[in-house]
Structure formats: structure tokens, C-alpha cells
């Protein structure tokens, strides 16, 4: 005990994240979209001015009143949800929400779904001069809504249209939301790299189904919904893992053949603690979310903070970018 | 205005069964215990929390079930920082929460949601009970009575067996009725068909003293005939009769309502139940007490 103390003191860990275009975020853990709403109701739980970035609930173009309950349904260790984006539109999100988090000055990160490309892009274009708003995290892998949402997920070219719409009309970072529900991530991230995104965050939610067996129908209200929590992490992880071995070789110059990957990749699914935090870094996430687990414990997000602190002190870690991948260097048995 | 909710470990004080479906188990959550009000609940994890690992904080158990559950909380102790909780062993969760024993220690988040409203002037509210949905009436009569207002109970239950709360009511309750399904306590029928009797008399007379379905022992003490409000807790269709038949009599009703609810702060939105315009009210936030016409309990 007085020994660990004693490290703590003189050696400082360097959390800091580069997530590109002047985005530097203190640590490296933040919000997951639509598991903590715009910030009022954690707020009363967690100081948030100490979490790496606050990603808001996914905002869509005009207000959503969302689907028919019910909207989620327990499963083994994780939950399905079939929220379908109920929020109230992006003037009232700029006018209402966003002020409440910027005054905190935790860096913001508005998620953004749209049903056309034309329409992320008047999205981006509406939040580029917004006072608060760090980054713009695309989301194109919602298995909830009718539109949009995943089908822009599962297509390279279209996921580009979206991204490069989107590159045209604002100068804040742009982070890309894959979807899990696709054969090989890594060309998903590649193609929205090339189109210009500055960074991908995944996963977004598995597809998935629960049937009542005693009304012989689905739980859910539209059947299908996506699937979170620590039941997914091990699928998770693994697609971090892919992500990063596909962006090893590609960056957004269009050159490539470095070891690590230069696009930084905000990993998520499942993370409880600062230990599955660490998996997903070690897998090549140089950021995490953290979504479901706020649901049952409002305070993990900051306590993924203080274990990640921890960790590399117990390890004489000083800056967090040595462990980035680095799974993938110690070679596999 | 209502007190920010805490994250809390709490100590299981007591725990007693009832019957074979029903618990109540007491938890020492100093700041719940001193902030609750009637109608507000907890979301507590089902499984016993671990001890504290450094660097790994403590967490639950077991992830299996992985959300907390929602409980009305029952009655508080002020003196000794006690809630207490009346579960009703149903699914999964509340059966393995039922295991529970004194001394182990559980997450409890709380107090949480709008509790019920009481406004001045009011002299005389009934309490619409079904089912575990008694619990938050219990604590809504203690804490009124005690203010000096007139409470009549109204409680209901499957049968003899699974009557739960109706003893704590003796010490405050002006008037009691009891009615079971099978008759095989109180009267046999549903609170419904008293209610409309209630009403009905409360509308006609000046005063009403304990009628014929009342087993509480007081003695022809008037008791203001007319209601000024009904509260009501219990499963959807007995909220949604006496929801109509209170606005039949004139009598304002407010409901607790029920909902999964995957966080029970605000952040998951699946707590939804329609309002008449079309949107949706967050049974966690905007509820779960609701004045009766702000939500369509079919929905
Ligand atoms: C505000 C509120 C107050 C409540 N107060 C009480 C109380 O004082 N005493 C009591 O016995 N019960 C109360 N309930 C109901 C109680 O939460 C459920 O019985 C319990 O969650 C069932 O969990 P389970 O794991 O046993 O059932 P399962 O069916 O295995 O649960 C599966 C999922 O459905 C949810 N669920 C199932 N039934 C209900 C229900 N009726 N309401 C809400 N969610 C449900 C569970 O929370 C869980 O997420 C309350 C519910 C709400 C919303
Ligand atoms: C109830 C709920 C709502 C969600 N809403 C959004 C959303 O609006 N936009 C988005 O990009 N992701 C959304 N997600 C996905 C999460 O941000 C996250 O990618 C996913 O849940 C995996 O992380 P977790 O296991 O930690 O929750 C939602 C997830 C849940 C459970
Ligand atoms: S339970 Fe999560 S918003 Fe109400």
C-alpha cells in the first residue's frame, strides 16, 4: 500500500489522447452515445469535467419521438435495446443541451444520424460553429431506425459519401461509428478513412432478437434491436482488434506501411472497468466508451479513469500510447 | 424540490419472508432513508457487492442479470438511516434478491423519480392499493397521516395468502378495506368494486364512518366524507379502473406507474409510457407517479 503510494507520487502517467485536428482529450474514456443523454442526469452522480469527452445522445435533423415500448429487454450479462433515436432535434439539442455541457468545458462530442447523406451533412454543418462541440462522431450503424442508420454502416462506398459530405462542410474532427453487424470491419474503416474521418469509434450495437416464448413473439416492440453490455465484449474486442490491423496499413494520406496505426480508434462494448478498458487499448483502441454499464453503475466511467491511472503506475507506464496496440507487438503463441 | 439521488452500499439490517412470494428487506441507506419521499424508489442490484479490489473497484457479483431493479420504497427509519423494501419474488431478479441475507451489502441508487404530490388544504386521501403495488402506499399513509390528514386504505390481493402491508396500516389508517379475489380475506371482489361504492357514498353523505368491509377496529370516528385526492399503485388494469372511475366521480388520481427500466435515472429512455399527445414521459424522471390523466396507461 505505502509502496504503490509512494509511485504514484513520482511518477505522473501521461492519459492524454490525440484524436486529430487539435482534438487532445485528458484521458482517454468517455461517454458512449445514448447511454448517458446530454450530461444533467450523470451529472448527479459524476463531477463531468473528469471524463475525457462527453459523446450526446445520437441527434438527428428533426426531432424523434422514438419506438413503441417496450424498448429493451434484459439478456445473459447485457441488454437489447430498441430505443430508435428519440431526441429532440439539433436546434433544440444546440439551443437547450449543448450549453449545459460546454459551460462544464468537458469536451463534447455529438453523435449524428441521418436518413441521407445530404442530411449528415446539414447536420455537421449546423454544429461546426456551435461553442462546445469538440468533434462530430457519424453515426451510421443504428440497428433501430427504419432509414439511414445501418445501412450506411454496411456499405463501403456509402459509409464514404457520408463521411466526404461531411469532411466538405465542417473543420471539426469527424469520428466514424462502425457497426459490428458486417463480414470485415477493417474495410469499413478503411473506406471512411480514405473518404476523411479522423478517427472510428466501435462498436456500435450487435443486431439481435429475444422472443417471448409464451406470446410466441418478439419482446421487442420492432422485433429486432442491439445488443450491449459485457455480454459483447469479447466480440468487441476482437473487432478493435481487426479495425487496427486494417488501419495499420492505411492512413489518411493515402500512404501506409507503418507498424502502428495512426488513426486513432475509440474502442467500446461491454467495458464494466478500468481492466476491460485496457483490453480494448491493448487491441489497438488508443480512446474507450463506456455505454451500458452507466445503466447499473452511474460512477464507472470515472472509476475506468482512476484504474487506467493505476494500471500504469503499478506498471511504470508514463504515457498511455505505449500500451495502444501493443497486443499485437508482444506476438501471438 | 426533490434530493439528488445517491449511489449508496447498504447494509442488509433485515430480511423476512412472507408467505412464499413475498420479502421485505431493510438496508441502511443513510441519505435515502433521510431524503425519501412516498412514491420515490430505488434501483438496487440484485447481487451482494464484492469487496473492494484496488484499481478494479468493487463491483456486483455476477453481470447475470446485469440491471438493478426498481422497488417502491416501503417504509423508512429514520432513527436507525433504515428503507425498506416490499419485493415480490417474480422473475430471475427478485428471486435471487430475495437469497439476500443480513449483513451482505448491495448497490442501492436512490431516491429516484417524483414522489406523490400532496396539496395544501387536502384533508382526505385514499390509498388504492393491488398487489405488491401496496408498498409505496404504505409509506405515502405513515408520512400523510402523520401531517395530520385523514387517510382511508383501500388494499387488494389474490388471496389470504399473499396479503402484504395491510398490518402497518392499523396504526394511521382512518378507515381500512381489505378485499381478496377468493374471498378468503376481507371481502371477496376487487378494490374496484369498493371503490365505486366509496365514491358513490362519498358523493351523497356528509360523513362516512367504517363500513361493513372494514375489519380496523376504530370506532364510528367521522372522517371527512369526501376525497380529496386517491393514490394509487398496483397492476395496469386495476390503475386504469380506478383512474376512470376517479374521474367519473370528480376525485383527482394520481398513478405509480410501472415500467422496465434500464437505468431508472433518465439516460436509457426505455422507460416510456404515451402521453395523450403522442410523446413520451420517462416513467423514472416525469414519473413514476403521474397525475392520471398526464399518461395512458394502456399504452
Ligand atoms: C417504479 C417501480 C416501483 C416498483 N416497486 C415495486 C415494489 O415495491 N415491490 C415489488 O415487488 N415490485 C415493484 N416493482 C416491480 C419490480 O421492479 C419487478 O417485479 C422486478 O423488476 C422484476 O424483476 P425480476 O428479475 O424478478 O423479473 P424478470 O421478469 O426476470 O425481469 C426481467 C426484466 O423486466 C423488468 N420487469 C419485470 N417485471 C417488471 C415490473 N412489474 N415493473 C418493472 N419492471 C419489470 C425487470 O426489472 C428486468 O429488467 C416496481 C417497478 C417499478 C417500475
Ligand atoms: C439504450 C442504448 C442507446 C444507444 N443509443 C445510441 C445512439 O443514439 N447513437 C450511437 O451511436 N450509439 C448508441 N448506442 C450504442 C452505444 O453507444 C455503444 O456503442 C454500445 O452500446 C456498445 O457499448 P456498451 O456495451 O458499453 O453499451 C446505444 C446503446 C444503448 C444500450
Ligand atoms: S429507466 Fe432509463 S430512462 Fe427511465
Redesign the interface.
Known amino acids: 500500500m505505502r509502496r504503490?503510494r509512494s509511485i504514484s507520487l513520482a511518477s505522473p502517467v501521461d492519459l492524454s489522447v490525440d484524436l486529430g485536428r487539435g482534438l487532445i482529450l485528458a484521458n482517454p474514456v468517455m461517454t458512449a452515445s445514448g447511454?448517458?443523454?446530454y450530461g444533467e442526469?450523470?451529472a448527479?452522480?459524476i463531477d463531468l469535467r473528469q471524463l475525457g469527452a462527453f459523446v450526446v445522445k445520437g441527434t438527428t435533423l428533426h426531432p424523434r419521438?422514438?419506438n413503441p415500448?417496450?424498448?429493451?429487454?434484459?439478456t445473459?450479462?447485457?441488454?437489447l435495446?430498441s430505443?430508435g433515436l428519440?431526441n429532440p432535434g439539433i436546434d433544440r439539442v444546440i439551443a437547450e443541451k449543448i450549453p449545459f455541457l460546454a459551460r462544464l468545458g468537458v469536451p463534447v462530442i455529438v453523435n449524428i444520424a441521418g436518413d441521407t447523406p445530404a442530411e449528415y451533412g446539414e447536420l455537421a454543418a449546423r454544429l461546426d460553429k456551435v461553442s462546445g462541440v469538440a468533434g462530430i462522431e457519424l453515426n451510421i450503424s443504428c440497428p433501430n431506425v427504419e432509414k439511414g442508420g445501418m445501412l450506411f454502416g454496411a456499405d463501403p462506398q456509402l459509409a464514404a459519401e457520408v463521411v466526404a459530405t461531411v469532411r466538405q462542410v465542417t473543420r471539426l474532427p469527424v469520428i466514424v461509428k462502425l457497426s459490428p453487424n458486417v463480414t470485415d470491419i477493417g474495410i469499413m474503416a478503411r473506406a471512411v478513412v480514405q473518404a476523411g474521418a479522423d478517427a472510428v469509434s466501435l462498436v456500435n450495437t450487435y443486431t439481435g432478437m429475444v422472443i417471448d416464448v409464451e406470446r410466441r413473439r418478439p419482446v421487442l416492440a420492432r422485433g429486432v434491436g442491439g445488443l450491449s453490455?459485457?455480454a459483447i465484449r469479447p466480440l468487441a474486442v476482437y473487432q478493435v482488434w481487426q479495425a487496427y490491423r486494417a488501419l495499420s496499413d492505411t492512413d489518411r494520406e493515402g500512404g501506409g506501411g507503418g507498424e502502428r496505426s495512426k488513426v486513432p480508434i475509440i474502442g467500446m462494448g461491454g467495458i464494466?472497468?478500468?481492466?476491460d478498458a485496457l483490453e480494448f487499448i491493448l487491441a489497438g483502441a488508443s480512446a474507450v466508451a463506456v455505454g451500458?454499464a452507466?445503466?447499473?453503475?452511474?460512477?464507472t466511467v470515472l472509476?475506468v479513469v482512476?484504474?487506467i491511472r493505476?494500471?500504469c503506475q503499478?506498471h511504470g507506464i508514463r504515457s498511455l500510447r505505449q500500451l495502444v496496440g501493443a497486443a499485437h507487438r508482444e506476438g501471438l503463441a | 424540490m426533490v434530493a439528488?439521488?445517491q449511489?449508496q452500499d447498504a447494509v442488509v439490517t433485515r430480511m423476512e419472508r412472507h408467505g412464499s412470494h413475498f420479502f421485505t428487506i431493510g438496508l441502511r441507506a443513510g441519505s435515502i432513508a433521510r431524503q425519501a419521499e412516498p412514491g420515490q424508489f430505488v434501483m438496487i442490484?440484485v447481487h451482494p457487492q464484492l469487496a473492494a479490489d484496488?484499481?478494479?473497484?468493487a463491483?456486483?457479483s455476477s453481470?447475470?442479470?446485469?440491471?438493478?431493479r426498481p422497488f417502491s420504497i416501503y417504509r423508512v427509519n429514520s432513527a436507525e438511516e433504515e428503507i425498506f423494501l416490499l419485493g415480490q419474488a417474480t422473475g430471475r431478479g427478485s428471486r435471487i434478491l430475495a437469497a439476500a441475507v443480513p449483513g451482505q451489502v448491495y448497490?442501492v441508487?436512490g431516491p429516484l423519480g417524483r414522489p406523490f404530490r400532496v396539496e395544501p388544504g387536502w384533508k382526505h386521501l385514499l390509498l388504492v392499493g393491488g398487489g405488491a403495488g401496496v408498498a409505496p402506499l404504505v409509506f405515502a399513509g405513515e408520512r400523510f397521516a402523520a401531517r395530520g390528514i385523514a387517510v382511508t386504505v383501500l388494499f387488494g390481493f389474490r388471496n389470504a395468502g399473499s396479503v402484504i402491508g395491510w398490518e402497518a396500516t392499523s396504526a394511521w389508517a382512518t378507515s381500512r378495506y381489505l378485499v381478496t379475489e377468493d374471498g378468503s380475506a376481507g371481502k371477496k371482489g376487487l378494490v374496484t368494486d369498493v371503490l365505486r361504492r366509496l365514491l358513490a357514498s362519498a358523493s351523497t353523505t356528509t360523513t362516512s364512518t367504517s363500513s361493513s368491509g372494514c375489519d380496523c377496529g376504530h370506532g364510528p370516528a367521522p372522517t371527512p366524507a369526501r376525497f380529496d385526492a386517491i393514490l394509487a399503485c398496483g397492476p395496469a388494469v386495476m390503475l386504469k379502473a380506478t383512474a376512470e372511475l376517479a374521474r367519473a366521480a370528480g376525485v383527482p388520481c394520481q398513478v405509480s406507474a410501472e415500467?422496465?427500466m434500464?437505468?431508472g435515472?433518465?439516460?436509457?429512455?426505455?422507460c416510456?409510457?404515451p402521453r395523450p399527445d403522442?410523446?413520451?414521459a420517462l416513467v423514472c424522471?416525469d414519473g413514476p407517479v403521474f397525475a392520471s390523466e398526464e399518461v395512458d396507461l394502456s399504452?
Do not use: H, K, M
Open positions: 504503490r447511454t448517458c443523454g442526469e450523470l448527479r452522480f419521438v422514438g415500448p417496450p424498448r429493451l429487454v434484459e445473459p450479462a447485457g441488454v435495446n430505443i428519440q453490455g459485457p464494466t472497468s478500468a481492466r451500458t452507466t445503466f447499473v453503475r452511474p460512477v472509476e482512476s484504474g493505476e494500471y503499478r | 439528488a439521488p449511489l442490484a484496488s484499481g478494479f473497484l463491483i456486483s453481470w447475470d442479470p446485469l440491471l438493478r448497490s441508487l415500467r422496465t434500464g437505468c435515472f433518465g439516460v436509457c429512455l426505455s416510456v409510457l403522442g410523446s413520451y424522471q399504452g
